[in-house]
């Protein structure tokens, strides 16, 4: 198919203010319209230029301007001259024995991020990072061992995705019903970083990712998890739309400030009460509050009373999770005769109470366990692919 419209732009030297090619990825409908008048795109012309760029990067994953066949030769030729949508490199990818896949992706400067892609019988769900490196220190999680480096920026953030798309060959997809045909279904902010400390990046990939005429993951089928900023939360329910979970952990403030530290900026008290005031908060969107299961630390059944007492009335769901070591941890995995215990008083104060599989342990992906530095552990059950 071929551009049938008259020609819609002129030519702009590429002065040295240009000099750097522009990546296309994470940015807004509006901000790429502007983008396309600044080459020479025609104002009038502009808008539809940007919808069809937008449906070639992330309906159909298209990598080169080249291969954007119902665009002229000389605005696919503009285009190229100052454009590109490239994505992060794939430095590692390594398969677990149960199917995880983490991929260790390198970024602008350097810098690593990890994304990890877990497949379930009818969904896949995959985990993106927001940051490189964090500043929560929370002291069970292998990836608060490393300081902040930088925030990742929204194409960044929203290249994971398709990245992980590319590497599961799902770009042929059409947009529609999700559940048995797409093998991601499911996103989770829940990988590096914590994603209300670069909120505008995270906020504007999440619309790209939820968009329609684009990779079109609905907004119930995104989760972002948050350690407690406050300031954040209720306007990411207004601007974003997604689910939320919270890294919870604690049932008292003396161990939350050890476990999850942002508890001395903003307590559990502060805490609850932003969360009641969520929006859409009702029982088909509930509030998951993870809290993962240490061993003599916070998970006796006192512990549990005391949880379910402070979360009351808050529609809520109680995602427990069993603590994945890494080295140098000083925590242990709760029993699991007593994690059962715990699960058992939520179940009857009437909250769901899940207990995550770990997955992708032997190849350090599981929940807490996320680190671009990480060792790259090899075992003989590990399969792994060198990119």
Known sequence: MTDALAPDFKTVPRGPDLAIKQNLLGLTRAVLREKLIEVGIAEKQAKMRASQLWQWIYQKGVQDFDGMTNLSKDFRETLEQHFTVERPEIVEKQISIDGARKYLLRIAGGHEVEAVYIPDENRGTLCISSQVGCTLNCTFCHTGTQKLVRNLTAGEVVAQVMVARDDLDEWHSDPGPQIGRRKITNVVLMGMGE????????????LIVMDNEGISISRRRITLSTSGVVPEIVRAGEEIGCLLAVSFHAPTNGVRDVLVPINKKWNIEVLLETLRNYPRLSNSERI???YVMLKDVNDSDADARRLVKLI????????????NPWPGSNYVRSDWDRIEAFAEIINEAGYASPVRTPRGEDIMAACGQLKSASQKIRKSSLKREKI
Not at 318 to 323: C, M, Q, R
């Open 195 to 206: 994603p209300l400390y670069n909120y505008e990046n995270v906020r504007d990939a999440m």
């Open 312 to 323: 009351s009335g808050i529609p809520a769901k109680i995602n427990l999770i069993p603590f």
């Open 288 to 290: 998951t509050f993870e």
